[in-house]
């Protein structure tokens, strides 16, 4: 769909509408799997994570 309105790829209308539906199918289905989500939510999230936060990404030098 994104190709088409960028003049990429030249689909008629039947084309267009068939895709159509089946995106909204799938974004329904995904929706009904991700469960509770408070707030709007479109696509996925970025989680910033620092050394501070993650214990496994701490270390010391040693000089022996």
């Not at 509770?36 to 701490?58: H, L, N, P, Y």
């Amino acid at each position: 769909m994104e190709a088409h309105a960028r003049g990429l790829w030249a689909a008629d209308a039947e084309h267009l509408a068939e895709l159509q539906a089946t995106v909204l199918d799938l974004e329904g289905e995904i929706e009904d799997r991700m469960g509770g989500i408070k707030g709007e939510f479109q696509g996925a999230s970025v989680d910033i994570k620092t050394r501070a936060t993650v214990k496994e990404w701490a270390y010391e030098f040693r000089a022996k």
